[in-house]
Structure formats: C-alpha cells, structure tokens
C-alpha cells in the first residue's frame, strides 16, 4: 500500500538553526499538509498545499516557517530559526483530494524535532 | 473556531467488551468525518470515515453519525490488549482537518 515518507525520523538541532524537513506524498495525492504534535498534547494543524501555493496556514506558521515542493515528489517544511518551544512531531500528510470531497488524510511516521 | 472535543480518559474496558468512544463537533458545515488511531509515539493511523448519518461497520469497528446533534462515535467490539491507544476523532472542512485531543483507551487483558 503507498505510503507518505518523512526524513528524517529523528533531527537534533541547536536553537537558531534551521531545519528542513523533508515528505514524499502518495504519488496521486493532490492536497499535502503539515501537522506537529508537542509531547502528550494534539494534533494541531500548521499548512495546507496545493497547486504549488499555500491554502490555508495557522497562526503558528509564522514567518519561521516555510513549505515548498521542489520537484514531483518532495515536499519540504522549513524552519529558519529554531526555538525550544519547536520541539515537537511533525507529521507530512496527504489526501488525494481536498476541500469539498472526500479524502481521509495519510500521515507519514513523523520526525521528531529536537531543539537543544 | 472550529472544536472537537473529545473525553481524555483513560476509557479502560476489560478484553472481549465493547469499547465506546465519542466526539462531539462545532462546524455545521462539515460533511467528512474520520476516526484514527494513535499509539504512543508513532503516527495517526485511519481506522474509519464515515460520510453520512447512521452506522457504518468495518470488522470490529462501528462509526455512528448524528449530523443534527453534531456527534460521532466509534464502538469497538470484541476489544483486545492491541487496541489499547489513543483514539482520535477528525472532520474535514476546506483546506484543513481539525482533530480532537484524543480518548485514551486501555484494554485489560
């Protein structure tokens, strides 16, 4: 069964470095998503992407935060500067459709932010 | 704002019960709903969507909607040890899918 890829499973990273993390979406997905979940609270939503451009973001995706798909296939979160408080799971999702049809959504296994 | 909401638990029913879990939504719009499985640690897992009023059963698992009461829930039958998770209710609406913050469930064998 296709599944959503996240790299790396685990990132350590010094406070005020940038991350990247990267997503492989199910290949005929359209609509991809980024979700992070901070140890033992929920799933909160960050950004929705389609056709190349931000649907809808959250307060939380502030201007730390960028998303961009390169090529066919990768689809990438940014942190410029990372803060403790980013610490957390970061789940890339996908559905094959979006906004008024019916789609589950897809997470891959996550990458587990840590910011020292 | 758009709110699931969702009883913490832990919920604990012993093996072979049927484990009841539910939801409860603020968006009248929505028209998706979905419940996931958690395990620590690892991903939300899709264990059923459900679309339109009334009782959709998959194996062990029975999804039940009341769009007018803004309700869904999920009745695990026959639960096992391996059923003990995290159990997390979701709708879609636009460009986003909201979720509650999880029931906990502990199956005792």
């Known amino acids: 069964e296709p599944e959503v890829t996240q790299t790396p499973s685990h990132q350590v990273t010094q406070m005020g470095q940038e991350v990247i993390l990267r997503c492989v979406p199910i290949?005929?997905?359209?609509?991809f998503y980024w979700y992070r979940q901070i140890l033992g609270q929920k799933v909160e939503f960050l950004v929705s992407?389609?056709?190349?451009?931000?649907?809808?973001k959250s307060e939380i995706f502030d201007d730390q935060f960028s998303v961009e798909r390169p090529d066919g296939s990768n689809f990438t979160l940014k942190i410029r500067s990372t803060k403790l408080e980013d610490s957390a799971m970061y789940f890339c999702?996908?559905?094959?459709?979006?906004?008024?049809?019916?789609?589950?959504?897809?997470f891959g296994n996550g990458t587990r932010l840590t910011v020292t | 704002q758009k709110e699931v909401e969702q009883n913490s638990g832990p919920l604990s029913v012993p093996e072979g019960a049927i484990a009841s879990l539910n939801c409860t939504y603020s968006?009248?719009?929505?028209?998706?709903f979905f419940w996931y499985r958690q395990y620590s640690g690892k991903s939300p897992e899709l264990i059923m969507s459900?679309?339109?009023?009334g009782d959709k059963e998959d194996g062990r698992f029975t999804a039940q909607l009341n769009k007018a009461s803004q309700y869904v829930s999920l009745l695990i039958r026959d639960s096992q040890p391996s059923d003990s998770a995290t159990y997390l209710c979701?709708?879609?609406?636009?460009?986003?899918?909201?979720f509650g913050s999880g029931t906990k469930l502990n199956v005792k064998p």
């Open positions: 999702a996908s559905s094959e459709v979006g906004q008024f049809l019916d789609s589950p959504l897809h």
């Open positions: 290949s005929n997905h359209l609509y």
């Open positions: 992407f389609y056709n190349n451009e931000i649907s809808e």
């Open positions: 968006d009248r719009v929505s028209q998706s």
């Open positions: 459900i679309y339109s009023n």
């Open positions: 979701a709708f879609h609406n636009f460009n986003k899918f909201y």
